[in-house]
Each structure stands twice: as C-alpha cells, then as structure tokens.
C-alpha cells in the first residue's frame, strides 16, 4: 500500500499503528496526563485519540462558537490538550484530536439558528441541553476550518478523528427525529434532485434520493476537510466513517439495536474484510467500545467481546483501537484486561502487518440495499448462512460489498459467490461474466442476477429465464432438495442426504448446454403426520451449472443460506460446501473445531495463517473460551521444506509431508493464534 501526502512523501499512516483513545468526560480536564500515557504504553498503543473540541473544547479556544471547557479553569496549564500533546511528543506517541461537531450548546444555537438540525414540524432537537447541527449548514461547512486551523496553529497534533459525522437522524435517547428541513438541507436536496421536496418520512418516495443526498454531503465534507489540512507541511491523519484517508469503523455491541435478534459475532471480520477487499490502499481504524453500549457506559464490557472485535479487525488488516470512557483508573474499565494481548502483539509484528494483504481464493458478496429481489433483511440472512457455512469449514474467504464488484477488485479470486443479492445491474453483471470467461468460477444462489421480472442479467448463467414467481412461505413449506439420487422416489423411499428448502425457490427455464445436479422434491403434506409423505422428484435441479469460456457459472436457485441460519442444520451448510469447494480451488484447509475462524492472508515471506477462537460467542456477546488443542492446517502443494512458526505461543511447529500436502501441528489456541509460514529461501522474518 501506498499514498503520497500533499508534499509527495510517503504517509507515517500507512505503516500500522496502535490506537488508545480516551473518550473525555468535562471533568477530566484536571486528569494526570503522565498517567493517562503510561496506562497507553502498557497497553501497547503508539497513539493517544483524546478530545480536542467541537462540542467542549479542551483547550483555551478564542473562537465565540467553540464552547470552552469550565473545568480548565482548575486546571493549572489551563489546556489539556497542549498539556497531552506535549508529554506524549516527549514519549514519542502520536496524538490524534477528536472532534465531535453534532451539537453546539444553547448559547451558540441562539447566536447561529442557521446551523442547526430542523424537524418537519421546524423545530429543533436538543438533548441534554445542546442543539444538533447540521452537515449541510456553515457550522459544518465552514466553520469548521476554523477549529482546524485554530488547533494546528497550536498544536503539533497528528491528525483529527471526527465522532458523529452524520446527520441526526436519531438522538442518543433513541427519538427519531427523521430528515432534517434546515434551509440549507431544502436548498441542496432541491438541487439535487431538480425541485422534489424533502421526504417526511420513511415511507416518503424521494428517500433514496435523500439518502444519496446525505452520502454526497458528507463525502464533500470529508474531501474539504482533507484538502484543507493537506496544505499544512505536515503528514496528518484524517480519520472518518467513509471518504476520509483514514476509515474508521466502531466494534460495539449494540443491544439496543438488536432487540430480538441474533448477536452477529462476525460482525468486525465482516466490515473489516468488506473495506480491505474493496479499498486496499486505505487504512482502517477498528475502534473497539470498552463499555457495553451508549446507554451504559459504566458497564464494562466483556474481556473477551472487547478482545474478539481487535483480533477480527488484526486478521483483517485493520488497525486495532481501543476506546475507554474517561480518565484512566477513574471508571472500572475491567473490560481492556485481554485487549491488551492483542494490541501489544501487533506493536510487536508491525512488520508483519505492514506487509499483510489477502491470499483467499473466494469472494463472498455481501448485498446491498439496492438488491431489486426480495427485503433486504432476507438478503442479509442469506449471506450470513453462506459466510457461517465458509467459516465453520474453514474454507478462507474475503467479503466484496456488491457496489464494489469490479475486475481489479475480483482478478484474484478463484470463485466468486453472489449469495441472494438480488439484481445486480448491466455494469456488475458485465463484470462477472468476464471474470468466468477469463477462467474464474461464479456461484449464485436464490435469485442473484435475476430482475424482479424474471430476467437472467448473467450470460454465463445455465438459466434461460425464471419461470414465475420465486415460491415462499407456505407455498414452500414441505420442500427439499437432494444431490443424491433417488432410485426409489416413486415409492416414497428416499436416500442420502434430504435437506429443507427455506426462504424462496424459483424455477427456470435451462440452457440447453447447462448441467443439472441432484433434484427438488416437490412439496406434499405436511400434517397430520399420517398423510404427511408424497414428495416426488420435481425435475427441478438441486444445482445447475454451465461452462461459459473459461470458467464455470454454478447457481443453486433456492436459499441455501436462509435455510441454514434458520435451522442450523449441518446437512444444509454441508450441501451447499459440496457444491462450492470444487470451484474454491483453495489452497489452505484446516482440521479444527467450527467454532475456530480461519483467515488467510499472505506476507513478503509466505503465507499468514490467523486462527480465531469463538467458542466464547453468546446470545448477546463473548464470554469465556475454550483452549482449543489438536489442530492442524493442510498446505496444499507446499514445499516441504517449509518453516511454519506460531507467532502468539512463539515457538516453531513440526510439519510432515502427506501425500501432496504439507501438514502443520498447532498449538493449544487460547483467544487466537498467528501461524506464519515461510518458504524455503525466504528471508527470516523479525518481529519488532
């Protein structure tokens, strides 16, 4: 990776880094800052993220807007950033300067109603005494250049972290307050969109364009604010969600958000992979939350959930951060007390990280919310089927976000796997064609590819066209598919595997070149039990396949992965891994419990192997693990002079030869465990 800063050199931030940040509360502005950075070493960070302003200001700021701190005032410096700044230049620790810019207090909001957040009914949202602002008015806009500059003028900062940066659509007591109707907001969507009002809410028709509204303002704002500060002589970070030089992305648990639903333990390796894959040249910042969520802030979180998001953010390429709420030692924040195994172990193989990039051979597709087929939710259960049935093999594999499937990002795949994302548009679909003629294999499932009228976008597809409509609910209840064949079907007799089919099944018109696979066993009663048999082979393939240049498109025409997360059946997940692992063409397989993760990435001197122990995933979080023994990775046509070394229990592993694989023994695997392998010839790498 590599990107120039504004004077042509090479960015310090291209180089892994460490992040500990301390979310500040007004009182902490008399906090022991010696203290605070000895607490940031132990941990194993090499930058300190800590408030600057924006809704307080922690340091003596003349601008009439900027909010001063009343606790500086005790404070005998009467700044806490200079004084931060100051004694961590001295300890050689960078000091990244968080500004939070969504709410101004009720002084500045009499002084500037043009800044701020309006409701459909014209009223403004205060919470806890402050008035939210809005991304499309002059605070936002302007004004704040002026913090920038006030803050680089004094201070050798090395760079800004902007919190909150969207519009407030929600506040932190959970009230939605929907669209923002400021006059800046009316004027630019009118803009915009040629003349169409502002929606009120979200069954409103102009929503999609007001979300694309939302998505261009704060993109100009990121670009602004990076140009603006990239005429300063110096190589400074600028961290955002989204079109900053620096990603960032927050590991949390977020309960309220998932009331009901299942905790999503992947969620961190998801978004990490998802950026890599898509944006290798851009950093990304996993901030991990020490605190349970926004509602509790002094609950500590879980050891181990903390633990989990960095490793996750580590074996994805990301850059580990870890967020307390306070002053070091004033809050009980038990929950960092494993984070720092893992944060010291990448301070300690920067060198490793530096060079890390992906080496799967899959590319899962993650959906979008512009699939045309089916909600998106269902989407989105189809995928996590798909990735759980990967994983749980250890079949390694990369997540693409479908917006971003274009042929340099897909070139070094084997397979792409397109799982219930619905249309996917001329652009898209030209893309994957050319990537299976050219030798690479594609596997669609449900209706990936196929518009809501029915029209096969792929050309490589073995379909023709769909027949109808997708059968679901209980139109589909009693169904099944088999890959084995049924000899004895007509007498109610069946073999092999049987598995259930749920979510949604289409039928198709076939090519007449395309190969079929196994068969649907068409629905018959299911109750009561004495009437419930009659299912006959519907002459509907289980799996239909087609050559198409070089490659091979595959496509499964019903909802493997739904059907797996809703039943956890391992005859599902194993049907869907009969079909997929021919066209893998992968080069690394694991012998190890389901509940260990296998991410594959590669170095200037071999193959990385991360192994990850979830056996401590819960309904809500992670608790406790399991030591997992007795592992082993498969190298597939390795060299047998291979050295294969365990980074986190430091020590060489024994390797033998079988058949055309090279075997490695693995250690006992606490949290998580690095397996570096290095070919003969390669220079021996060092930790730092």
């Keep these: 990776m590599s990107v120039s800063t504004a004077h042509g050199t090479h960015s310090r931030w291209q180089q892994p880094f460490t992040v500990f940040q301390t979310n500040l509360q007004d009182i902490d502005a008399t906090m022991d800052v010696a203290a605070a950075l000895d607490v940031i070493e132990r941990h194993g960070a090499d930058t300190w993220l ?10 003596p700021t003349d601008l009439e807007y900027h909010t001063r701190n009343p606790f500086l005032d005790q404070r005998p410096s009467g700044d806490l950033l200079g004084d931060a700044v ?90 939605i307050h929907g669209v923002c109707h400021c006059a800046s907001c009316l004027q630019g969507f009118a803009e915009m969109s040629g003349g169409e009002p502002l929606p009120d809410d979200h069954r409103s028709p102009s929503l999609l364009q007001w979300r694309r509204y939302t998505e261009t303002t ?177 079949l390694p594999f990369d997540v693409l976000p479908i917006d971003d499937v274009t042929t340099p990002a897909i070139d070094r795949y084997r397979l792409i796997v397109l799982p219930g994302v619905g249309s996917i548009g001329p652009d898209t679909a030209t893309v994957l064609d050319d990537f299976v003629r050219r030798g690479g294999n594609l596997l669609t499932t449900g209706t990936s590819g196929v518009t809501a009228e029915g029209t096969v976008e792929l050309t490589s597809s073995p379909a ?57 066993l068409a629905q018959a009663p299911w109750g009561p039990p ?63 419990p389901e509940q260990a993760e296998l991410i594959l990435g590669r170095d200037d001197t071999g193959l990385v192997a991360h192994i990850l122990n979830h056996t401590g995933a819960g309904r809500r979080s992670f608790g406790p693990h ?7 990775l498969f190298l597939h046509g390795a060299n047998r002079e291979s050295r294969a070394t365990a980074l986190v229990a430091g020590r060489e592993l024994s390797t033998r030869r079988a058949e055309s694989s090279l075997v490695v023994e693995l250690p006992v695997i606490e949290l998580f465990e690095v397996v570096r392998v290095v070919a003969p010839g390669s220079a021996t790498p060092t930790g730092r």
């Design 218 to 394: 704060l993109a100009g704002l990121a670009r602004k604010y990076n140009h603006h500060t990239a005429t300063r002589d110096r190589d400074l970070a600028m961290i955002l969600r989204k079109g900053a030089p620096i990603v960032y992305h927050e590991g949390n648990n977020a309960f309220l958000q998932m009331p009901g639903k299942d905790f999503w333990p992947h969620a961190t390796a998801e978004a990490v992979s998802a950026h890599i894959s898509a944006r290798p040249d851009t950093p990304l910042v996993l901030n991990t939350v020490a605190h349970i969520d926004s509602t509790y802030r002094m609950g500590a979180e879980q050891p181990e959930h903390v633990a989990q998001h960095l490793i996750q953010a580590i074996g994805r390429g990301g850059n580990p951060s870890t967020y307390i709420l306070g002053a070091p030692g004033r809050l009980p924040m038990t929950s960092v007390s494993l984070a720092q195994d893992v944060t010291r172990f990448h301070r300690a193989q920067h060198e490793l990280y530096a060079a890390l990039h992906p080496a799967a051979s899959i590319a899962l597709v993650r959906p979008g919310a512009r699939g045309a087929s089916g909600a998106y939710l269902d989407s989105i259960e189809e995928f996590r089927g798909v990735y759980l049935a990967l994983q749980e093999r250890h």
């Design 50 to 59: 800590l408030n600057a302003g924006g809704i307080t200001a922690f340091y």
């Design 626 to 632: 399991i030591p997992l023994s007795g592992g082993r």
């Design 464 to 520: 023709l066209r769909r027949i109808g409509t997708a059968l679901s609910g209980p139109d589909l209840w009693s169904t099944y598919a088999t890959l084995d064949e049924q000899p004895k079907a007509t007498a109610f007799h069946y073999e092999g595997s049987i598995v259930p089919i749920f979510g949604a099944n289409a039928r198709y018109v076939w090519k007449p070149a395309a190969t079929t696979t196994g068969q649907i």
């Design 86 to 175: 100051t004694a961590a230049n001295k300890r050689g620790i960078r000091v990244l300067a968080r500004l939070d810019l969504s709410k101004v207090s009720a002084e500045t909001a009499a002084r500037h109603p043009d800044w701020l957040f309006v409701s459909h009914s014209g009223q403004p949202q205060i919470y806890q005494g402050l008035y939210s602002t809005c991304p499309s008015g002059e605070y936002y806009q302007q004004r704040t250049l002026e913090i920038l500059d006030e803050i680089l003028d004094r201070y050798p900062v090395d760079g800004f972290f902007f919190n909150w940066f969207n519009f407030n659509e929600r506040d932190y007591g959970q009230v």
């Design 530 to 592: 004495e009437l419930a048999y009659g299912h006959r082979t519907s002459g509907e393939p289980a799996v239909a396949a087609a050559r198409f240049g070089a490659g091979v498109h595959s496509m499964i025409p019903w909802t493997v992965g739904r059907t797996y997360r809703e039943f956890g059946k391992t005859e599902v997940r194993d049907h869907l891994v009969r079909v997929l692992e021919p066209l893998a063409g992968h080069t690394v397989s694991a012998d190890l």
